[in-house]
């Protein structure tokens, strides 16, 4: 071709259609690239295209050539259109493939070894929770943050008296709808309307966790006014204590990674579960050392009993015909023991080099089989 101006190839006078087409082929199948396809195109069939000026001149002919040159050039035109779209197809794939081939990635290049983020501890602390309990089947629930009082207290077995509801301890929320107090909302102060929103949405058996943002009016080294917990839930005809025990024992032992670590339970009293009980773990408490899984002190680090029958039948499940089992756990002291962070407060106050000090390299997900904190991947 050798020259962009295509009506100045194809002479005017050129008279023989014939020759013309050949000549446009030739030219249609070694155009290289699509810029180059379009350019023929246009000089060919566009509004000043060749054959676009061609058919213009039918007019000045007597009919008999009119019909004889327009039934030409209408099939000149069909022809030059078929290879053009041919060999559009064709640019097209070749464009395809060669992008296909140079826009892989090699996965196996290393990382990039300014990587800066860090997951923090309550991220990672969440993801050994449900690693944990996902190993033993149990998945994980949701619930809203912001709860109507039947799911946070009501149907928790805790009547409007009970002292938990004080406004001291709970946030409370305005219903724009009613100014009836009973009608409020709360932010939630505990993951235990999670076990009611299950069993409004499940038949047992159930086996959840629900890990989540809770929230009390507290503050210092050891309370923060939003914290985390995760609470468990087990539903079944024949679940019994001897399970709620070997299911947290079983936890803590990988959580922890202390395979004979110490645990006892002590009765205790919660409004939605009979028998109550807590779980504290062993510890030893030196001046500045906290060493958990032996010595003589204990640590409470849960809360746990077999579901209260009322709560069963506030969920819509038949108490007679089923019972289980709930513990309730808050997380973020668990990760201030295992990754021996001093105060609660510093873990929300987004300080980037605390996080760059005691943040997890992104990497190293938690898994049973993998290794669950990974302690080599501590940042520090
Ligand atoms: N909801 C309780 C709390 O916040 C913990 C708990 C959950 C206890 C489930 C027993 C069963 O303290």
């Given at each position: 071709m050798g020259t962009d101006s295509f009506n100045f190839m194809y002479e005017e006078n050129m008279e023989n259609l014939q020759d013309l087409q050949n000549k446009i082929l030739t030219d249609i199948s070694s155009a290289a690239n699509l810029k180059k396809l379009e350019e023929i195109r246009v000089s060919v069939l566009g509004k000043k295209g060749l054959?676009?000026?061609?058919?213009?001149?039918?007019?000045?002919?007597?009919?008999?050539?009119?019909?004889?040159?327009?039934?030409?050039?209408?099939l000149l035109k069909t022809t030059i259109e078929n290879t053009l779209n041919e060999r559009k197809q064709f640019l097209e794939n070749q464009e395809l493939n060669h992008r296909l081939a140079n826009e892989?990635?090699?996965?196996?290049?290393?990382?990039?070894?300014?990587?800066q983020g860090r997951i923090h501890p309550i991220s990672k602390i969440y993801e050994e929770i449900v690693a944990i309990f996902g190993e033993m089947g149990f998945e994980v629930a949701e619930g809203p943050d912001i709860e109507d009082q039947f799911h946070n207290f009501n149907a928790l077995n805790m009547p409007a008296d009970h002292p938990a509801r004080q406004m001291q301890d709970t946030f409370y929320i305005n219903n724009p709808n009613s100014p009836n107090v009973d009608d409020s909302f709360v932010i939630r102060t505990h993951t235990s309307p999670v076990q009611i929103r299950t069993m409004e949405k499940k038949h047992p058996p159930i086996r959840i966790i629900a890990p989540g943002r809770t929230y009390r009016s507290d503050y210092d080294a050891t309370h923060t006014p939003?914290?985390?917990?995760?609470?468990?839930?087990?539903?079944?005809?024949?679940?019994?204590?001897?399970?709620?025990?070997?299911?947290?024992?079983?936890?803590?032992?990988?959580?922890?990674?202390?395979?004979?670590?110490k645990v006892r339970y002590r009765p205790s009293y919660f409004p939605f579960t009979e028998p109550?009980?807590?779980?504290?773990?062993?510890?030893?408490?030196?001046?500045?050392?906290?060493?958990?899984?032996?010595?003589?002190?204990?640590?409470?680090?849960?809360?746990?009993?077999?579901?209260?029958?009322k709560v069963l039948a506030a969920g819509g499940i038949d108490p007679n015909e089923y019972q289980g089992f709930a513990f309730g756990m808050g997380f973020d002291?668990?990760?201030?023991?295992?990754?021996?962070?001093?105060?609660?407060?510093?873990?929300?106050?987004?300080?980037?080099?605390?996080?760059?000090?005691?943040?997890?390299?992104?990497?190293?997900e938690s898994s049973m089989t993998?290794?669950?904190?990974?302690?080599g991947g501590l940042a520090r």
């Open positions: 054959i676009t000026e061609k058919m213009k001149t039918l007019g000045s002919l007597s009919m008999e050539d009119k019909i004889a040159l327009g039934k030409e050039l209408n892989t990635i090699d996965v196996t290049l290393p990382i990039r070894p300014e990587t939003m914290f985390h917990q995760v609470e468990g839930l087990v539903i079944d005809k024949t679940t019994t204590m001897a399970h709620l025990k070997g299911c947290l024992y079983d936890f803590v032992r990988a959580f922890f990674e202390i395979d004979n670590i109550s009980a807590e779980m504290d773990i062993g510890c030893r408490k030196s001046k500045d050392e906290l060493k958990i899984g032996e010595g003589e002190d204990w640590l409470e680090i849960l809360g746990c009993g077999m579901v209260h029958p002291r668990l990760a201030m023991l295992k990754y021996g962070i001093p105060d609660l407060r510093t873990f929300f106050e987004s300080d980037i080099r605390w996080l760059k000090y005691y943040g997890f390299v992104p990497l190293d993998g290794g669950l904190s990974n302690n």
